[in-house]
């Protein structure tokens, strides 16, 4: 069973950095589209970044310049680097893994990490 550990979360004042850190067992996520996706109190949950298994980044367009994720396959963990945090930043961040097999999503969540931003 694929297990995805979240880290890295807390408490953190506007202007602010924290680095998040999502370590994978039971996978190999080199093969895998890592993503972190976040959901704040009362809102849907939204796509942050993501990395595909070939190490291209995308962002969602509120975080582009301020957050960079990053993969290391040789120790099987996938980065956030958040940099000028705001309290719109403030939700659960969650690590997703997405591999397709013939066509078929595998998908793996991990519990998720708190991230609150004070003004």
């Known amino acids: 069973q694929v297990q995805l550990v979240e880290s890295g979360g807390g408490l953190v004042q506007s202007g602010g950095s924290l680095r998040l850190s999502c370590v994978a067992s039971r996978i190999i996520i080199s093969v895998y589209d890592m993503a972190w996706y976040r959901q704040a109190p009362g809102k849907q949950r939204e796509l942050v970044a993501i990395?595909?298994?070939?190490?291209?980044?995308d962002y969602a367009d509120s975080v582009k310049g301020r957050f960079t994720i990053s993969r290391d396959n040789a120790n099987n963990i996938v980065y956030l680097q958040m940099d000028s945090l705001t309290p719109e930043d403030t939700a659960v961040y969650y690590c997703?893994?997405?591999?397709?097999?013939?066509?078929?999503?595998?998908?793996?969540w991990g519990q998720g990490t708190q991230v609150t931003v004070s003004s």
């Open positions: 997703r893994a997405e591999r397709k097999v013939f066509g078929l999503p595998y998908v793996s």
């Open positions: 990395i595909t298994s070939d190490s291209s980044p």
